[in-house]
């Protein structure tokens, strides 16, 4: 069982309602990540979170707004969407942010469908 | 440009069988490569991490290989199960001087791997 846990594991919105993906980790670690992933394409990096504050944003959006409250914790604020987010989103975390051997682990994901 | 290639695209081999799937990378500088395994709809699970030195490492029936010369790794699983149809997707991770050494992963497109009764 994965140590990094999401929710919901899946999600319905229509392109005007507002929504959240949660993220939780209890490992310690300091950075926190979010991927998207669209069908038979490998992750694609999103946002990094070093030591609670954003360190990378991949030139993502502003209709998603991640949200990292605690270093246990990590939100992806959902706003206006289009059918072509629909994708599953994948939170993981690792020990440290910079360095070497740092073993990525991912949640279970959240399926994302937008109407 | 950094890429991570891989293959084949997909496998399909009967259960109890071996198999071998292929990763060639042009990441510079290195710093590891990874394998993960994931199943439909989930999140990848980590098999193997290789760094510079390493030419093999193994988990259980998966053992990962790779030559850092010619710039390829492969991961063989043995002994086939049902349970190991999944995609296997290769990440190499590269060292950017110019971000305070933080890590860069290229992720491969995957090998789609079914294993048949």
């Known amino acids: 069982d994965t140590e990094v846990t999401q929710t919901p594991k899946h999600l319905v919105m229509g392109m005007t309602n507002k929504k959240s993906l949660k993220c939780e980790q209890h490992m310690g670690h300091r950075a926190m990540y979010w991927y998207k992933q669209k069908a038979k394409k490998p992750p694609e990096l999103m946002f990094v979170y070093s030591y609670e504050k954003l360190s990378i944003n991949e030139s993502v959006p502003s209709r998603f707004s991640p949200e990292c409250p605690n270093s246990s914790l990590l939100n992806l604020h959902l706003h206006a969407l289009q059918p072509e987010d629909s994708a599953l989103y994948l939170c993981?975390?690792?020990?440290?942010?910079?360095?070497?051997?740092?073993?990525?682990?991912f949640g279970e994901g959240s399926r994302l469908t937008v109407l | 440009k950094n890429q991570v290639e891989q293959s084949p695209q997909s496998l399909i081999i009967l259960e109890g069988k071996n198999c071998t799937l292929q990763c060639n990378y042009t990441v510079s500088p290195f710093s590891n490569l990874r394998w993960y395994k994931q199943d439909t709809g989930r999140g990848p699970v980590s098999l193997t991490i290789m760094t510079f030195s390493e030419n093999t490492k193994s988990n259980g029936r998966y053992t990962a290989t790779l030559d850092a010369d010619t710039k390829q790794s492969s991961l063989h699983i043995t002994a086939s199960q049902l349970s190991d149809s999944a995609s296997y997707i290769c990440?190499?991770?590269?060292?950017?001087?110019?971000?305070?050494?933080?890590?860069?992963?290229?992720f491969g497109t995957g090998t789609r791997l079914t294993i048949i009764p």
């Open positions: 990440v190499v991770s590269a060292i950017q001087i110019s971000n305070f050494g933080n890590e860069k992963l290229t």
């Open positions: 993981a975390s690792s020990q440290q942010p910079s360095g070497s051997t740092g073993e990525l682990f």
